[in-house]
């Protein structure tokens, strides 16, 4: 009466209780092993715990021995989780729900994709709040974006480098100039956006994806994910990203672990132009290509209007700016960062520490 495979319940049927007990009385018991007529019997109970003393890292010692032996009253007697002195909370890399500003937690039904099938019960939804502040425009979070990284698919968060910055009119990519969004492209780019949120709340039918509910906003990203983390001749290791993109929503990208894993503050190996890797925008093949210059005096203008937010919003809020590493606790703003004259966007050498972009709630 189930619908789908997995659902289905064996049925065996019940074994005939008699014939086990005259089948069991029938054995020899001369001809059991010492540690067979062990098994048939009662033994001493042991109390196992974890124990960096002790060998293999586990301590064994009998009941009778153990404090459990001298509680009275049995009827509280309860496992009482504890963590080993000097742990810490929490984990580097591991990241945990408070690193979002989760505001609650939902049962509905979404039909939740469960390896390219529907799921016919509720799902557990984190939604985040929808009172996030008024983001800057997309060609000032270009300048502050492009080729840095950020953690993406909350709450596993994978590090990705930025390779591009859109909003519902203009794409800004790497070093290139920025490109107008076609009319067609336009129109279309609503009911892409869409499908985005939906992907991230529905899931993409693979673990780690779904679940999520976010505010609607209308700048993407492109990054590329960190892939490997390779070994140099001279023996310096470095980070590579995969040669291939993921669009996302901006609001999917701003927030980072409370700890970041040491082992990825390291240099990260780039290509000559890292920023243009096949997975382009869904909607770059629709660019009007613009041959328009920013002029130098606009970009001193949006450095100057970026920083000034980062003061404005880092004191209604009460937040701190980012550090390098990408760690802090409350709204980080964006770290003031001066870009090369002349130049659109970041140019990065290979072998270069990429600096890292998030908020926190």
């Known amino acids: ?90 984990g580097d890399c591991f990241p945990t729900l408070k690193d979002a500003p989760i505001t609650r937690l939902n049962r509905r039904k979404v039909f939740l994709n469960v390896f390219g099938l529907r799921s016919r019960y509720r799902t557990a939804l984190l939604e985040m709040e929808d009172s996030l502040p008024a983001f800057p425009p ?12 950020v953690n993406f698919r909350y709450p596993i968060l994978y590090e990705g480098l930025v390779c591009s910055v859109a909003d519902s009119s203009t794409v800004y990519r790497g070093n290139a100039r920025p ?14 956006l869409g499908k985005m949120f939906k992907d991230i709340q529905v899931g993409e039918g693979m673990t780690g994806t779904g679940g999520w509910v976010l505010p609607k906003a209308d700048v ?20 590579v990203y995969a040669k291939r993109e993921v669009e996302l929503p901006f609001v999917a990208a701003l927030f980072s672990p409370s ?9 990260a190996k780039l290509e000559k132009n890292p920023f243009i890797f096949g997975g382009e925008s869904r909607l770059d093949k629709y660019v009007a290509r613009d041959s328009g210059n920013v002029a130098s005096s606009l970009e ?14 880092g004191k209604s809020s009460g937040g701190e700016k980012v550090s390098a590493a990408g760690s802090s606790r409350g709204f980080a703003t964006f770290a003031p960062v001066k870009n090369p004259s002349g130049t659109r966007g970041y140019r990065v050498p290979k072998n ?7 908020f926190h709630s």
């Open 300 to 313: 001193n203008a949006i450095d100057k209007k970026i920083d000034s937010l980062a003061v404005n919003i």
């Open 1 to 90: 009466g189930k619908r789908w495979p997995w659902e289905a319940v064996t049925l065996l049927p019940f074994i005939d209780s008699k014939k086990l007990i005259e089948a069991s009385r029938s054995i020899d018991q001369s001809q059991l092993t010492e540690e067979e007529k062990k098994l048939n019997g009662f033994g001493e109970t042991h109390v196992l715990m974890r124990s960096p003393e002790h060998d293999g890292g586990v301590k064994v010692e009998p009941l009778n021995d153990s404090p459990w032996a001298k509680i009275i009253d049995d009827a509280n007697v309860a496992f009482q989780p504890q963590l080993n002195q000097g742990t810490k909370i929490p």
């Open 138 to 149: 997309a060609s000032l979070l270009a300048e502050k974006f492009i080729g840095t990284t």
């Open 259 to 267: 700890r970041r894993d040491p082992r990825l503050e390291i240099p």
């Open 179 to 192: 490109q107008k969004y076609s009319k067609e492209a336009q129109m279309k780019r609503p009911m892409l």
């Open 352 to 358: 270069v520490r990429s600096s890292h972009r998030s």
């Open 220 to 239: 993407t990203l492109t990054v590329r994910p960190l892939e490997a983390i390779e070994t140099l001749p001279d023996g310096t290791k470095v980070k």
